[in-house]
């Protein structure tokens, strides 16, 4: 198999049809041939898993452990209840199927999903820990902007090898997605982020069992990547989880991003139901017991007509609503109510590209209906496009009213009129800006105010840019002038979001040097090693701070994010909208762009 191979369903799910790569289908039985089984006593029952032995790794598997009670008929939409014990052995060999996704188009991609899917998968070392002894624990959470997503999609094998094989017990969960995940009213009948409790109800009974399959509970390390790493955000922070794990590692996601969270999940609910034909009241429990009272499929028909998602800078319908009953006290004022957590917080240079390279037939086209260029015609992108862009998407005199000009010109002034002579011999210089545009104000900005508050407030907090692409892939799929969204994925756990590659001399490089921090991280608390310091960010939110770049361009590797920070300080100190989080400053109120 080629080095940083992607796992074999992840491979199939961003082909036209899921079983197009003649994988195995998800819920099927995952046991290799010839192998033993293994056997743990919890206090909810006994479980059996499997051995793997390899020459590159040796773990004990389990997978589709339930961690909370099915959320199916009056359960559906309510809060996450506790798992009972279970009689017999539970035959952990199978993996669980993906959560029913937000809308009936995505399941061309997961054919076979269920709401009963509130599953976890355990990975561990196949020998005992050290007497007296606990491993630490990672415990990862998946990305897919809140709509679609699963743990088979990232197979055991890859956290494995990295993670596994170097002493650290992994734990990788699902969460309830779309509107059976997310669905909210604003208000106690119907707050929403059940995702969010699903996830801690999963942290919960993980309490419950670590230490019988030599895990520490006292040592776990919370990570995830896009909606996983919002997801971390918000674990990290709420009163509700913050005392549940011990450490925080998010890979393109923040907890204060306009696409993490947002009112407009209310409206995007209410329109649903509207489709559902539920009464036309504004009565929240009438309209919630309308939709629970739906079929799976009625609600995924009624999510079609809504489309996967909307045009707009925020175009996601379904996210988190902390203010409802998450993180009901100003964010900042839990922050620092919560004990410091060492933290990572990973960005990728050219986050956006996720939503502004187009790539046909694929599981991407979710996230770049609107907003996406084909490789073959970034070259013909040009000032023109990209100031129309600004006009109309996102300095619109629908947020900015008579100063919408004066926004767009400073916009205009920084991402399209600041070229140099160099610049524009690159033949795609105006889409990258387009695409960087994108990703300081869905990704950049609010990413490294996050980092620099929780540094400032004694959290150990260490950030990286991941800069580098494979070149025969970046040339093929046209992420030309950074590393998109997931590219890291394929370094830390051998999982890569667009198409299978042969590692060359620099990505076994940059692999080593994540994959040593971050299994130091999650057994230290600091990812630096003798071979590889990575600089801890200073308690003073000073905008050249440092951080661990991974890449060849060397003019990236320090003050980076320096101008665009300053940037972004200097124009939402001068206009009442923020666009970074797509709400006015004056009421806090998270603007619906329905």
């Given amino acids: 198999m080629p080095n940083g191979m992607l796992n074999a369903l992840i491979l199939a799910l961003f082909l036209p049809t899921a079983g197009a790569a003649g994988h195995f289908i998800p819920g099927d039985y995952v046991v290799p041939q010839n192998t033993s089984t293994v056997t743990v006593d919890t206090k909810f029952g006994r479980v059996e898993g499997f051995k793997v032995i390899k020459q590159e790794y040796s773990a004990n598997i389990f997978v589709g452990i339930p961690f909370a009670a099915k959320p199916i008929g009056e359960l559906r939409l309510e809060k996450p209840e506790p798992v ?58 998946h990305g897919g902007g809140f709509m679609f997503g699963d ?33 909210s009213l604003g208000d106690p009948v119907a707050p929403g982020n059940l995702g969010l409790w699903d996830q801690r109800q999963a942290l919960l009974f993980l309490h419950d069992v670590l230490k019988d399959f030599g895990g520490d509970k006292d040592r776990i390390t919370v990570f995830g990547q896009s909606a996983g790493g919002a997801s971390t955000g918000f674990l990290a922070v709420s009163p509700h989880s913050r005392d549940l794990f ?54 995924l028909q009624a999510s079609d007509k809504m489309g996967v998602n909307r045009n707009a800078r925020n175009s996601l319908y379904y996210q988190a609503y902390k203010e409802t009953d998450w993180i009901v006290d100003d964010y900042y004022k839990e922050l620092a109510k919560a004990k410091p957590k060492p933290t990572i917080i990973g960005l990728t240079s050219k986050e956006a590209y996720l939503g502004t390279v187009r790539i046909k037939d694929s599981l991407a086209e979710l996230f770049n209906k609107y907003h996406g260029v084909l490789r073959e015609n970034q070259h013909l992108f040009t000032k023109q496009n990209l100031t129309d862009c600004i006009y109309q998407k996102i300095a619109p005199v629908a947020d900015f009213g008579e100063y919408a000009e004066d926004a767009a010109k400073d916009l205009i002034e920084f991402y399209a009129e600041s070229a140099s002579e160099e610049d524009l011999q690159n033949p795609v210089y105006y889409f990258s800006q387009y695409s960087q545009l994108f990703t300081d104000f869905h990704y950049f900005v609010m990413g490294a105010k996050e980092a620099l508050k929780k540094a400032k407030l004694g959290w150990p907090t260490y950030m990286y840019l991941f800069d ?31 198409e299978d590659f042969e590692f060359n001399e620099v990505d076994y490089k940059i692999k080593k040097i994540m994959v040593d921090g971050v299994v130091n991280f999650i057994k230290t608390g600091n990812p630096s090693s003798v071979e590889e310091t990575w600089p801890q960010l200073p308690k003073t939110e000073a905008m050249d701070f440092p951080y ?30 923020d666009i970074t989080r797509g709400s006015y400053k004056q009421a806090e109120q998270i603007k619906d762009e329905f």
């Fill in 246 to 299: 011990a450490q925080a590692y998010q890979i393109s996601g923040s907890a204060l991003l306009d696409w993490s969270n947002a009112a407009s999940v209310v409206t995007s609910s209410k329109h649903l139901a509207e489709l559902l034909n539920c009464p036309k009241t504004t009565h929240s429990k009438t309209l919630k017991n309308c939709v629970k009272s739906k079929t799976t499929e009625e609600i």
């Fill in 151 to 183: 743990t088979q999609s990232y197979g055991y094998e890859g956290f494995a090898k990295n993670l596994v094989n170097k002493g650290i017990v992994v734990v990788s969960i699902q969460y309830r997605l779309g509107a059976f995940g997310w669905f």
């Fill in 84 to 141: 009972k014990p279970w009689k017999g052995t539970l035959e952990a060999k199978q993996w669980p199927l993906p959560c029913t996704p937000q809308c009936k188009k995505i399941t061309k991609f997961f054919n076979y999903n269920a709401e009963d899917c509130l599953y976890l998968n355990i990975f561990t070392p196949s020998t005992p820990p050290p007497a007296n002894e606990l491993y630490p624990v990672a415990v990862w959470i």
């Fill in 468 to 498: 580098w692409v494979n070149p025969k892939v970046a040339d093929k799929l046209g992420f030309l002038d950074g590393a998109p969204h997931g590219m890291d994925l394929a370094y830390i756990m051998n999982a890569f979001l667009f």
């Fill in 548 to 577: 661990k770049f991974l890449g060849t361009r060397q003019e990236k590797a320090t003050n980076y994010f320096t101008p665009t920070l300053q940037f972004w300080k200097k124009f939402n100190d001068k206009y009442d909208f």
